[in-house]
């Protein structure tokens, strides 16, 4: 059975951590969006580039945000922003993610309830466009399934918790699968809550909507059938070269 690591909660204070890499265009829209949905909630936001150079970051307008700067990979920066947190709770964010309105005190709330060691938003794609339509309801069905959220679901935690269990795995892709899966593992429970995040488009537009699709299922087939996480990234990566 999970731990009673939860405890009796007081503050709930919220760290929002955000891994970057080469997100200049977009990252105060992600920033301003938070703030907006958040006004009367006490949050901390850390933005963690993946850049030696910090060319992400060296565009945050927010004087608010803590920017840190980690080697490159999401695991390896989101760790690094939850080594620096000093919230209670822990939301890992895409930067090309956006929260729903009502968020901050429904992950509160989740957290509060001591059911869950984890929890995560349903999914949303900023699109009409039947194809990616049909994908995000194919990706609501399998999370539904499986209850196993991707990183681009907002997935939250207790920060106690996370460091618990060893954080995020530093391999180069499918970090997210990983640290849920090694959750329910260990008899954790995740929640996916019914409210959505609504997720950018952009760079499957960018690198070919169907080739974008079939690749990520194909990576993702890879990956639950043993194919390591080392070799995968080559084929993710190699539209890109």
């Known amino acids: 059975m999970p731990g009673n690591d939860h405890g009796v909660i007081s503050r ?5 951590i955000i891994p970057v890499l080469n997100e200049e265009s977009g990252i105060n829209t992600s920033i301003r969006h938070i703030r907006q949905i958040s006004s009367e909630d006490r949050i901390e936001i850390i933005v963690v580039d993946g850049d030696a150079g910090g060319s992400t970051i060296r565009s945050v307008a927010d004087a608010g945000a803590q920017c840190l700067i980690s080697p490159p990979g999401r695991g390896k920066q989101m760790n690094c922003g939850a080594r620096a947190a000093r919230g209670e709770i822990l939301l890992f964010l ?10 901050i005190s429904l992950v509160r709330k989740v957290m509060r309830s001591g059911r869950y060691q984890a929890g995560a938003f349903g999914l949303d794609l900023d699109s009409r466009r039947i194809p990616l339509r049909i994908i995000a309801a194919a990706a609501r069905l399998r999370i539904r399934l499986s209850g196993i959220p991707f990183g681009d679901q907002g997935l939250f935690m207790r920060r106690d918790y996370f460091h618990r269990i060893g954080g995020y795995a530093e391999i180069p892709l499918m970090e997210d699968v990983e640290i849920a899966q090694r959750i329910k593992k260990l008899e954790g429970r995740i929640i996916i809550v019914p409210e959505r995040v609504l997720t950018s488009v952009r760079k499957w537009e960018e690198e070919g909507v169907l080739y974008s ?16 996480p ?4 080559k084929i993710y990566y190699s539209s890109r070269a």
């Open 230 to 233: 080392e070799r995968l990234v």
């Open 213 to 228: 699709i079939f690749r990520n299922w194909f990576i993702q087939l890879s990956y639950f059938l043993g194919v390591p």
């Open 94 to 103: 895409h930067a090309d993610t956006l929260l729903p309105r009502g968020s």
């Open 12 to 16: 709930l204070n919220i760290s929002i």
